[in-house]
């Protein structure tokens, strides 16, 4: 794990830029503690910070091999988990391994398939690799977007040709070519689709994201972008019981694969369906060598006191925490948040993502994994099965299935009365509406689906295009600012893959929601986890929390010559500051309501101020 940074250029001599670089290589020192490398030379700037995971002495980057004439440079953000299977490939393809890294595996993978050898990864990836005589980039990244990855491509008399690349925004913008300004799209993104996003936009005008599952190719001043892999419709031939079987299979030996590390690795453990299971097949694994595996759970101080029980919480999550852990035997750490600094870190997680987020949903987690981070290098947690297995409510509300929009931001008119700047709501709801049509009309279907398997299809893309990427980001974002290192085994594509070929009366076994998960893993978990309903990342319900945001609120919009204020209702947010209710509704998923969304214009303010952005309509 780790940032990467590169510069490639026809016309500045890199060697004369290292003020630049090294400003760009500190943007990326909190994803990278233990280490630091750079090569450099006229026309091509590699920089890699990293966090050392798996063979810390021989993996280090940039990582430069000479073959077949050409020589080839790696810098690489991320975990490969079948590196033991690529290595033993390549060895007999004659290739000589100086260590164990996935590092030296991944360098050798593409110096041997090419743009191809994306397919034969699996893990979660983002890098860069320049072939110094055919001065050729090439960069991919994984199938999900995990791992990030941002690009600027330029053209200019004074600069000449070239690109700029990162792990983070903040690392391009640490580049004085790179311009600081947002026009209507950006803005339009963060307050019609916020803290959701484009795939493939950096928000920032002229900052692209290099999309999942695709890769890029600069050469000869000129680049292009290719999907590698995507989502495809095929028959599912198996029977239910085959199903659940080989449901099973694939779930418990993606975790198994994803517990390799030469450094401390916990559990996230919230009680659940999906972090109880990650955390079972751990926990045996960790006992069959003796040892205990360390667990963690996140609440909020007087949370019980205030806990208020609704559709989406049906209930707190501390008996299923300690249930669980007695039942695996796990050495579990309980974590518990001031309200008021959960409200004072709303500035670090807009400084971790870059752009406005999920709020104090962002800001719990940054809180929650710098504590993991004190006695813990890597962790893994139960994302993206809610996306792939049906868990959320909207796969199971009629009203919400055949809704023509976006199920967890089902309506614009709260988002409207936020907004003030006409370019921002000029034609928004077509723009919304083409959004959304984009992931849907992409949707591979079989000829012979029925109309609810088709729509099911559907739903799995826009959530796994859209909310799941909101919640990859903010764990990647998160946990990175601390150095910590997050897995997430249930994105491994291969059951993926399985998951959406899968017919909904499988998927919805004995009308649950992720009925099949339920059935194919019941005997490793406590019958009250199984039957759990789902219930969503814990959020605070204290007052003191919510009289902060309102707080800090109310000095924004007292500003003078806020640029925030130019962009929205400044007497519609003082009306939701003197509220005594909350919404009806929720403002984006299952958990931003009135405290999140004031929460979101603190960081809203706070991406301006930070950045010094400039607003082009």
């Known amino acids: 794990m780790s940032g990467l940074a590169g510069w490639i250029t026809d016309k500045t001599d890199l060697t004369k830029q290292q003020h630049t670089l090294l400003a760009m290589s500190e943007t990326l020192k909190n994803r990278g503690p233990d280490d630091f490398g750079e090569e450099v030379t006229k026309d091509a700037a590699l920089i890699h910070r990293r966090l050392s995971v798996i063979d810390y002495k021989t993996g280090v980057q940039p990582m430069t091999r000479t073959l077949k004439g050409e020589t080839y440079t790696l810098i690489y953000n991320g975990e490969l988990y079948n590196t033991s299977e690529l290595t033993a490939e390549l060895k007999s393809l004659g290739y000589k391994f100086f260590g164990y890294s996935d590092t030296e595996a991944l360098l050798y993978s593409y110096i041997e398939w090419g743009k191809d050898c994306p397919n034969r990864l699996n893990g979660m990836f983002a890098f860069a690799v320049w072939e110094h005589n055919k001065k050729r980039l090439y960069m991919a990244r994984d199938r999900f977007g995990i791992k990030p990855l941002f690009y600027y491509v330029y053209d200019n008399s004074e600069h000449g040709k070239g690109i700029i690349f990162g792990s983070m925004i903040k690392t391009l913008l640490a580049n004085p070519l790179v311009p600081k300004k947002i026009d209507s799209q950006g803005l339009k993104q963060i307050f019609l689709l916020g803290p959701g996003k484009i795939s493939g936009s950096g928000i920032i005008k002229d900052i692209h994201e ?38 099973r299979w694939l779930v418990l030996d993606s975790i198994k694969r994803q517990l390799v590390s030469d450094v401390p690795l916990c559990c996230f453990l919230s009680g659940g369906l999906d972090s109880s299971i990650v955390s079972s097949v751990a926990s045996a694994m960790s006992l069959s060598k003796g040892q205990l595996l360390n667990t963690y759970s996140v609440d909020y101080q007087d949370n019980d006191l205030f806990f208020e029980k609704n559709a989406y919480q049906p209930d707190s999550d501390k008996k299923y925490i300690v249930q669980m852990s007695e039942f695996i035997k796990s050495n579990h750490n309980y974590v518990t948040l001031d309200n008021r600094q959960l409200g004072i870190a709303l500035k670090d997680a ?42 959320y409510p909207w796969y199971h509300n009629p009203d919400t299935i055949n809704l023509n929009t976006f199920p967890w931001s089902k309506s614009l008119n709260l988002r409207k009365k936020l907004i003030s700047n006409p370019e921002i709501l000029k034609d928004c709801d077509d723009w919304i509406q083409a959004c959304y049509n984009d992931t849907v009309n992409k949707t591979d279907y079989l000829p012979q689906d029925s109309a609810i398997e088709r729509r099911m299809r559907e739903m799995f893309m826009l959530n796994i295009e859209w909310f799941g990427q909101t919640l990859l980001e903010r764990k990647d974002r998160m946990s990175m600012y601390s150095g910590l290192e997050a897995r997430v085994p249930f994105c491994d594509h291969r059951l993926v893959e399985y998951a959406y070929n899968m017919p909904w009366k499988y998927k919805a076994y004995n009308g649950r929601e992720k009925g099949i998960l339920r059935e194919a893993v019941k005997d490793i978990l406590p019958y009250d986890i199984v039957k759990r309903k789902k219930s969503p990342y814990p959020k605070t319900f204290s007052p003191q929390y919510l009289g902060y945001v309102k707080d800090e609120v109310t000095n924004i919009i007292n500003e003078k010559d806020n ?34 969304l004031l929460g979101y214009i603190i960081q809203i303010d706070y991406f301006f101020k930070l950045n010094g952005i400039e607003v082009e309509v």
């Open 210 to 247: 290099l999309k999942p599952s695709h890769y890029l190719i600069y050469e000869n001043n000129c680049f292009k972008t290719e999907r590698y892999w995507s989502l495809n419709a095929i028959p599912h031939e198996d029977n239910l019981f085959l199903t659940i079987e080989k449901t």
């Open 350 to 391: 807009l400084i971790a993502r870059d752009v406005p987020g999920m709020a104090d949903i962002d800001s719990s987690l940054l809180l929650f994994c710098k504590v993991v981070r004190e006695k813990n290098t890597v962790c893994l947690s139960g994302e993206c099965a809610d996306e792939i297995f049906g868990g």
């Open 563 to 596: 640029i925030v204020n130019e962009l929205i209702n400044t007497e519609f947010v003082k009306s939701m500051i003197n509220s005594q209710g909350d919404f009806d509704d929720t403002f984006y998923g299952q958990l931003m309501r009135l405290p999140q």
